[in-house]
């Protein structure tokens, strides 16, 4: 996405002459800023494959909304190998080292790969809003879901094939340039980049901020009367952790896209900006935030959802400093009963459930050879959660 912005400007303004590199950095310089690209591709590419794989190798985690957090994953790993780095090397030397075909994949695949991540945001959202306020709708079966990622992507390559078919490369005596060649360079780059900001920022950031405020009042405002049950509070409280750690999924996206969509905002509308002195490093600093919204999300998966911790710790259960427990080895396998403390009933290991009916009893299934099957009269049905 950036460099099509970068490499349009200086290309408007170059002459046939050797071209000087007005914003040629000491090696120093350079080298900080390697460390700190490196770091968000290596922490991006392997903390979103683990993701992945935790997901596609155990069905326990094969779920409504964990369809949509490993999308979220392919299209956060494909930027971060795809991008990062050769975003970094552009900005940093403002000459084109990589051919026409990769020029176009290059400003083409940014746009369409935010865009499936923040509406693969908006899709757990609604999910979760289906699941918590609607409990007793029927939920996404797995086809639909794929359906829905399906057209999260066509929609996604619809948005950004105007920046595949215009780009191009332009050679000049010392240096090489990839850009968007707009049919009119003075309006058309800002305007599209509104109506990107729009769709991928305001828009979806917006839905999912009225759907949580919802989901938030119905889980912390307001409890159902007379049912004081352990397990109603159990599962209360773990609906509550799911949420909790999308909202921080959102906000953290949120927060690291936000100086990017300004920074393009602000030198479309003042372009003299653009030849400022200190320009490129605010540019590699919005930059990298911006990239490094790709990488925070399997930590804070890991932080936050003990099934994904599990997955981590059976990742790197060869580290001398991690120690897998057999709670840990349980958290992937199938569904499971687990009694509660001073309680009669039992609570499913699921995040996500609803209590729907006083019939049939599965946790009374669970106790009855304790003599309690009388005491649980109350259903509970798993919910596709995390």
């Known amino acids: 996405m950036a460099p099509e912005r970068d490499g349009s400007n200086t290309t408007t303004t170059a002459t046939s002459r050797v071209l000087a590199n007005q914003f040629a950095q000491p090696a120093w310089r350079i080298a900080l800023w390697s460390v700190a690209y490196v770091t968000v591709l290596a922490v991006a590419v392997f903390g979103n494959l683990i993701v992945i794989w935790i997901i596609l190798a155990h069905k326990r985690m094969r779920t409504v909304t964990n369809y949509f957090v490993l999308n979220l994953a392919f299209s956060d ?119 990107v900001t729009v769709l991928v920022y305001v828009l979806p950031l917006a839905v999912m901020g009225i759907t949580y405020t919802v989901i938030g009042v119905s889980l912390w405002g307001s409890e159902i009367p007379g049912d004081s049950s352990e397990n109603y509070h159990a599962q209360l409280r773990a609906k509550r952790k799911v949420v909790k750690m999308m909202i921080i999924v959102v906000v953290t996206f949120a927060l690291c896209w936000l100086p990017y969509h300004l920074y393009f905002i602000a030198t479309g509308l003042d372009k003299r900006l653009i030849k400022w002195k200190y320009i490129q490093q605010i540019y590699l600093s919005v930059l990298w935030l911006a990239m490094s919204s790709t990488m925070y999300n399997p930590i804070i998966y890991c932080c936050l959802n003990s099934r994904f911790r599990a997955g981590f710790k059976q990742v790197f259960r060869c580290c001398p400093f991690i120690r897998m427990s057999s709670y840990d080895e349980l958290e992937l396998q199938s569904t499971r009963l687990r009694p509660c403390h001073q309680s009669s009933m039992c609570t499913l290991s699921r995040v996500d ?26 259903d509970i049905k798993p919910v596709n959660g995390l």
């Not at 599965?362 to 009269?377: A, L, Y």
Request: hydrophobic share 45%; net charge positive.
């Open 353 to 378: 459930t609803s209590i729907l009916s006083k019939s049939k009893s599965i946790c009374s299934r669970g106790n009855r050879s304790k003599g309690n099957s009388e005491q649980n009269n109350k």
């Open 77 to 195: 790993f494909s930027m971060a190998a795809f991008n990062t780095l050769i975003n970094f090397i552009y900005a940093a030397h403002g000459d084109w080292y990589f051919g026409d075909v990769y020029c176009r994949f290059h400003n083409f695949f940014p746009v369409t790969a935010v865009f499936a991540s923040i509406y693969s945001m908006a899709a757990i959202a609604l999910d979760r809003y289906m699941a918590i306020i609607h409990p007793l709708k029927p939920r996404l079966s797995a086809k639909v879901t794929l359906g829905v990622i399906f057209c999260i992507w066509t929609l996604a390559v619809a948005l950004a094939f105007p920046l595949c078919y215009f780009s191009t490369t332009r050679t000049l005596p010392g240096r090489t340039f990839c850009y968007v060649a707009w049919p009119r360079m003075v309006d058309d780059p800002f305007m599209y980049h509104i109506i």
